[in-house]
């Protein structure tokens, strides 16, 4: 059956996968879904239980994209987890942590955190994308970053053809390691600079550049056009779905649990984005019990699951896992309009109350599905390095920030209900990408910087360090430019029109 993508602040739009992929988002500021979610049945399972990831991510991905041919989606698969970029065979394998809980360990991608799952794979769609939608295009992608996504876009469109990457950083707001891997990275077709200035200055400087109708005209002229890597698209929310199908057939090949068997899910959020591919997934007909939704102390999620209200007019802390230090989860937008039954106008109006005045309140049908789906809590960094010690010392596994307050949601969860279900646990980074909070959490007193942290952390543990992480410390630095915000915009344009 053929597949397309409806706004979910426009039902009537109706857009193939490659148009959804290479545009990002929908002109009137929607985001694209899939028109329905495809059925997979215990045969299918049974099958796909005994092929390896790749197999099944065609599998997957070939329901979505139906304007792709197999053998298109074959070579992005091949390009996206071959060549020995992942350091472990299966890309998302799975570790027992204790009886029957279970550790999805996404983060063995060449930067270190889950965002390689599906920016390893992006470039391949959206260059496929814009071959069959505006053929002899070149794509600038524009990235702001806090830190993680920034390196894995480098890392995925580097050498890409048709593409380059520009990305954007605080001078001062990332750790020392995050500026390394963006400092030191190869690849002929990228350029990265720090800003004077915070991530949201980052953030607003590109969303400015994305609608400056001169800027535009100007890259056309030049027959390139500008695209995002953010998970407001498709294209990176796809691949994700195929690691929770992937680690349902793991679970079968290793008989650890029954067919039809019901299990539950934990992720720790931010964007909303990898544990909406969760609830896809469920809807394809994994047998998942419950959605578990992790948050830290910017708790916006947690407050909104277990109320119906959204409110983002709070304080926005800093904390121990920052890659989920977010008031705006963007993907919620998604779940939505699934729960209020693609009606597009309730959308509108949420997210227009939203911008206007923070806040909105979901009906109570939407709640009370929400509900029905998904557990929410919440953990503050003293906890979180609480679970830290106690996983290690109790299992001996070590577990980064973000991981751990999946973990600590868990067992809250697990002590209220009383339910011991088979439960996967998404792990999002390696502990080695949060050296000096894992050694802190360990009671351990960090020393000298973050690179001799690593081998502190490696002799305490005995984990191995990422390759990736081990040699930034010998790699030459590439790129030293800095700009201010206001000089951004000239920046992008200065270096897409030189012929580099
Ligand atoms: C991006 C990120 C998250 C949050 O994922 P969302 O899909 O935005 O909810 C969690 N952990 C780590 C390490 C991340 O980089």
């Not at 099944?56 to 071959?82: H, K, M, P, S």
């Not at 942590?97 to 983060?107: A, C, K, T």
């Not at 707001?173 to 077709?189: C, P, Y």
Request: proline content about 4%; some cysteine.
């Amino acid at each position: 059956m053929n597949m397309f993508y409806r706004s979910t602040r426009d039902s009537l739009k109706e857009v193939t996968a490659a148009q959804a992929i290479a545009q990002g988002i929908s002109d009137e500021g929607g985001l694209f879904v899939p028109a329905f979610l495809p059925a997979l049945t215990p045969d299918d399972f049974e099958r796909l239980a005994s092929a390896d990831y790749n197999g099944r991510a065609v599998d997957i991905l070939g329901r979505f994209l139906t304007d792709f041919t197999e053998a298109e989606i074959e070579q992005c698969v091949r390009g996206a987890y071959g060549g020995g970029k992942f350091d472990t065979e299966n890309p998302a394998s799975m570790h027992v942590l204790h009886d029957d809980v279970h550790i999805l360990e996404l983060w063995h991608g060449p930067t270190c955190a889950f965002k390689d799952m599906a920016l390893q794979l992006l470039p391949h769609l959206l260059t496929r994308s814009v071959e069959k939608v505006s053929p002899g295009k070149t794509t600038a992608i524009l990235v702001a970053t806090s830190g993680d996504t920034g390196k894995a876009a480098l890392e995925g469109f580097k050498d890409v053809e048709g593409t380059k990457v520009v990305v954007f950083y605080p001078g001062d707001g990332v750790s020392m390691l995050q500026k390394m891997q963006m400092v030191t990275q190869e690849g002929k077709n990228v350029r990265v600079f720090a800003i004077s200035g915070n991530f949201d200055d980052a953030q607003t400087g590109v969303k400015k550049i994305f609608t400056d109708e001169k800027i535009k005209s100007t890259l056309a002229a030049d027959n390139i056009q500008l695209s995002s890597a953010n998970s407001i698209n498709w294209g990176r929310l796809v691949p994700q779905i195929v690691y929770y199908v992937s680690a349902y057939c793991d679970l079968l090949a290793s008989g650890r649990i029954a067919p039809g068997k019901k299990f539950n899910v934990v992720v720790p959020t931010g964007n909303f984005g990898n544990i909406l591919a969760a609830y896809y997934a469920m809807r394809m007909g994994v047998p998942i019990a419950k959605l578990i939704c992790a948050s830290n102390k910017n708790k916006v999620l947690t407050d909104f699951i277990n109320s119906g209200v959204y409110d983002r007019r709070r304080d926005f802390y800093v904390t121990a896992s920052p890659s989920m230090d977010i008031l705006i989860s963007s993907n919620l937008e998604r779940l939505l309009y699934e729960l209020e039954d693609n009606d597009d106008k309730v959308i509108t109006e949420y997210m227009a109350a939203l911008r206007e005045n923070g806040v909105y309140t979901v009906s109570d049908k939407c709640r009370e599905r929400l509900q029905g789906l998904f557990y929410a809590g919440y953990l503050d960094d003293e906890g979180t390095f609480d679970v830290i010690r106690e996983c290690f010392e109790k299992y001996h596994y070590l577990c980064d920030t973000h991981t751990a307050v999946a973990i600590g949601v868990y067992e809250q969860y697990a002590a209220q209900t009383g339910d011991t279900a088979v439960t996967v646990i998404a792990s999002t980074a390696s502990p080695y990408k949060f050296p000096t909070s894992v050694l802190g959490a360990l009671g351990r007193e960090a020393r000298g910087d973050e690179f001799d942290r690593l081998y502190e952390l490696n002799e305490v543990s005995g984990v191995k360090i990422p390759q990736s992480l081990a040699e930034l410390k010998s790699k030459p630095v590439r790129f030293s430019d800095c700009c201010t915000p206001d000089s951004m915009a000239q920046s992008v344009v200065d270096y897409l029109l030189s012929k580099e």
